[in-house]
Nanobody, 124 residues
Framework: QVTLVESGGGLVQAGGSLRLSCAAS????????VGWFRQAPGKERQFVAR??????????YYADSVKGRFTISRDNAKNTVYLQMNSLKPEDTAVYYC???????????????WGQGTQVTVSS
């Protein structure tokens, strides 16, 4: 059984930082692209960042709204992907999800496995 478990969310003031973790089990983790997505109340789930496999060069890709502020990384030895979020803004408030895909894509529909999400709230 494949599970993805997010952690690290919480309440932070604008300008602050958080680091989210996504721990995976039940899949051959190094062979999967891992993405972070977020969903604010009343809005569609949107792409935030993704990191390719080691064979794909471990390349990263970010949504324009977080570029320069967020950093995605992975530790294959720990089956974990991280999202370092700096200079947080109130508009970053959302439930953050990690997901895994065999494809190097950003579309939510192309991700096979999903975590349950972790809440991030940024106060002004």
């Amino acid at each position: 059984q494949v599970t993805l478990v997010e952690s690290g969310g919480g309440l932070v003031q604008a300008g602050g930082s958080l680091r989210l973790s996504c721990a995976a089990s039940g899949l051959t983790f190094p062979t999967y692209v891992v993405g972070w997505f977020r969903q604010a109340p009343g809005k569609e789930r949107q792409f935030v960042a993704r990191i390719s496999t080691s064979w794909g060069g471990g390349s990263t890709y970010y949504a324009d709204s977080v570029k320069g502020r967020f950093t995605i990384s992975r530790d294959n030895a720990k089956n974990t992907v991280y999202l370092q979020m700096n200079s947080l803004k109130p508009e970053d408030t959302a439930v953050y999800y990690c997901a895994a895909s065999k494809l190097d894509v950003v579309q939510t529909t192309m991700y096979t496995y999903w975590g349950q999400g972790t809440q991030v709230t940024v106060s002004s």
